[in-house]
């Protein structure tokens, strides 16, 4: 069935780059998606990657997408502890893409 | 910044009460969702709806129902509330258009606790 996995922690100092990396198994998928969600908040989008691509960069953030392993990950460089959050990995569900399928998060922890 | 707003953002009630969930978003989106959310953070899709009078079940079995006769509106209810029921519930709305293809707006959440 379809599934996307993720580590569940990363640990990492200010200024030092994080990497989060997820893994996903419907190579249909159009869209994949990177989400952000801070303590006792809803989830914001962060950025997104078409599956035509290999990747995208937006600011401090960069995304690599290698279809042929079904695996995406988010750089985020130069990291702030305005970064410590949760991070959930999406891809699109079915082919209307009424409905996404998230992974379980990387819980990212700057430390100064 | 989204316009999708969830009531209350808090919630403590005892075991058997009735309870609602309010969800509106103002961005006239056609697509909308609930998500429950484990203390271990795993979102899992309890119910969405296509449009006005179109609800589906998610793919966690929910006891709760949901109801979608305006656009703007997507309440979720619990009959008999349970300590079970305890866990942030988060409402999503979406449409095809828009900046990001499929991208959903999430509200803040409501946090309910059954004692």
């Known amino acids: 069935g379809e599934d996307v996995e993720q580590s569940l922690f990363l640990s990492v100092r200010e200024g030092d780059s994080s990497v989060i990396n997820c893994t996903y198994t419907d190579s249909s998928s159009t869209y994949l998606y990177w989400y952000k969600q801070e303590p006792g908040a809803g989830l914001q989008l962060l950025t997104y990657i078409f599956s035509n691509m290999d990747m995208k960069q937006d600011q401090r953030l960069t995304v690599l997408l290698n279809k042929k392993d079904k695996h995406l990950s988010l750089r985020i460089a130069d990291t702030q502890t305005g970064d410590s959050a949760i991070y959930f990995c999406?891809?699109?569900?079915?082919?209307?893409?009424?409905?996404?399928?998230f992974g379980k998060g990387t819980t990212l922890s700057v430390s100064s | 910044e989204a316009d999708i707003y969830q009531t209350p953002r808090y919630l403590v009630i005892g075991t058997g009460k009735k309870i609602t969930l309010e969800c509106s978003q103002t961005?006239?989106?056609?697509?909308m969702y609930w998500y429950q959310q484990d203390p271990g953070m795993e979102l899992h899709l309890i119910h969405y709806s296509y449009g006005v009078n179109s609800t589906e079940k998610g793919d966690l079995s929910s006891e709760s129902t949901v109801s979608r006769i305006r656009t703007e509106h997507f309440p979720l209810t619990l009959e008999s509330a349970r300590p079970s029921h305890t866990s942030q519930y988060l409402c999503?709305?979406?449409?095809?258009?828009?900046?990001?293809?499929?991208?959903?707006?999430f509200g803040p959440g409501t946090r309910l606790t059954v004692t």
């Open positions: 961005m006239g989106h056609d697509k």
């Open positions: 999503a709305s979406s449409t095809r258009t828009g900046r990001t293809p499929y991208e959903q707006y």
């Open positions: 999406a891809e699109i569900a079915n082919q209307a893409g009424t409905a996404l399928i």
